[in-house]
């Protein structure tokens, strides 16, 4: 199997900028690049779905670089519906140095480069001369980004990041001999800005391709717990519940992440699939997924104490020191604590409204025993050895001690 017809049985190609794009994914060894934006000091499930082409590519003998925008990271990337907060340079780079470590320990080997190093030093007049006069604007406004955002209103800043983009492949083209841009289809329009750039500057041909975004199967965004985005810090997103997380994938979907999230071969992911068709009660196929993805972000051991955990809470009932756990005050208590205040507290849920639909629902249990009074007050009476153990449907568990 090619390389191309690997990542197009794997779900990895949405759009090609040629024909020419599968030739010298299959044929030559050519330098490419993937990039992100420095908005937090950690990667989240979401740019781990994106930066494993790094691997995969590699694996057949072409060369990654990751771009972690420290120029553009200052703009922001326009987003469908409004514009993001502006962050500080402090902070940016910050973040950058953060994901640097963690993209290099994911990725023995790979180039991380930052785009402020080149945007820096070009003042306005150079980048209206140099860059500007080759965007027609027209062409900018039908990009669909741009134009989803027209009656809203868009900034210039924001208008700006298409050129900054652009001014990127263009560096790495003419510095680093890279070809080639990979990335989410939602920059197509900055990834084709890009090649226009280099065709009309340079007179020479660039290439790329891009992913389909990961969704679940209501086609909604993919890679948020009950507390927010998975990220990859450890100490952020513990590697327990990130295993749990791909445990409690849809059934429907667990083969396309394992495609998707893992690197096992598709003869592997073949086997699962018919083992999770036959015998689905098994979750073979989740347990395989979720294992794979802890230990190639957290490694090997992390991997099987995730593993262990969820076996001992879930099959036995107990209760495992590695389970997510969560510190109260015992001073709160003595204030009138309700289930909906525990709840939402300890960002089991996102809010009170949401902690008392579950509850009503019956999707709350403490210390084994269902819950249906939102008002149930929680006291020294409810502890056990100082500690609550809180389960949100089926498969959530937390332990909250307080002290």
Partial sequence: MTCFEELKERGLIKDISSPEVEKLLNEKQITFYIGTDPTADSLHIGHLSSFLICKRLADYGHRPIILVGGATGMIGDPRPS???????????????????TQLEKLFPGVIVVDNYEWSKNINFLDYLRDYGKYFNVNYMINKDIIRRRLDEGITYTEFSYMIM????????????????????????????????????????EAYAFTMP?????????????????????KEKTSPYELYQFFLNAEDEMVINYLKIFTFLSLDEIKELEKKHQSSPETREAAKTLAFEVVKFV??????IKAKETSEKIFASGGISEDMPSVNLASSTLKEGLTLIDLLFLTNIVPSKSEARRLIVQGGIAINKEKQLDPNFLINENTLENGTIIIKKGKKNIWK????
């Fill in 82 to 100: 409004s514009e993001r907060p502006l962050i500080t340079k402090e902070e940016v780079q910050h973040n950058f140095k953060c994901l640097k």
């Fill in 165 to 204: 983009q652009s001014l990127d492949f263009l560096h790495l083209y003419e510095n680093n001999n890279c070809l080639m841009q990979v990335a989410g289809q939602d920059q197509w329009g900055n990834i084709t800005s890009g090649i226009e750039l280099i065709r009309k500057k340079l007179g020479k």
């Fill in 213 to 233: 975004l990961v969704t679940k199967k209501d086609g909604t965004k993919f890679g948020k717990s009950e507390k927010g985005a998975l990220w990859l810090d």
């Fill in 298 to 303: 957290h490694g090997e051991n992390e991997a």
């Fill in 400 to 403: 909250v001690d307080i002290n």
